[in-house]
């Protein structure tokens, strides 16, 4: 009977690390996953709720990535820029996009306001500093974002007026890192 228990435990331990892993692993995923069922996070980002529904580390995607995004009321992307294409499609809520199409200028500048509401689409060219916010104080932002080439190149700004050259590189910037694979060390 203690045998048997030890069996059942070592079977459970093997198992949960297995489905910890299978989270992280192309390999043997299902080709259709139920987005709830998805790991999702906030990342540190108070008001943000992040879910890859298909990605470079999680999937083994090579060309494009897609995520679903929350933001609660008042909550925002910080000011950034990165070295790929965005594509967003607003399932529910309004807010605002802040665009500054001017990476040829020293700094972003003023940026132009653009309303989002649901099922809206936009577009943010590469280098494009830009910024969303959840501008509804009644209700969640909820997008389908999908970027070009990953893993990018991230650009963050404190304010509009900073410049290119002195903001934050964030590179490669992945939101799955617990995902990354690194190396093993060299034992010598």
């Not at 108070?46 to 929350?70: D, F, N, P, R, Y």
């Not at 900073?162 to 903001?167: F, N, Y």
């Amino acid at each position: 009977m203690v045998g048997i228990s030890i069996i059942f435990f070592i079977l459970s331990i093997l198992l949960s690390a297995t489905a910890e892993a299978s989270q992280c692993s192309a390999i043997g995923l299902p080709l259709v996953r139920k987005i709830n069922e998805l790991p999702q996070d906030n990342y540190g980002r108070e008001g943000l709720s992040h879910i890859t529904v298909a990605g470079s580390l999680m999937h083994g995607m090579k060309e494009v990535e897609v995520w679903l995004q929350t933001f609660s009321p008042g909550s925002h992307t910080p000011i950034h820029r990165h070295s790929c294409e965005e594509v967003f499609v607003v399932l529910k809520g309004s807010g605002t996009l802040y665009l500054a199409s001017s990476s040829h200028e020293k700094h972003p500048g003023k940026p132009q306001e653009y309303p989002i509401v649901s099922n809206s689409t936009f577009h943010i060219p590469v280098n494009d500093v830009h910024q969303v916010w959840n501008t509804n104080e009644n209700e969640d932002l909820q997008m389908l974002v999908i970027i070009s080439r990953p893993p990018v190149k991230v650009f963050i700004y404190e304010d509009w007026h900073m410049p290119h050259t002195a903001s934050k590189l964030k590179f490669p910037y992945y939101w799955d890192e617990q995902c990354l694979q690194t190396p093993p060390k060299d034992e010598l």
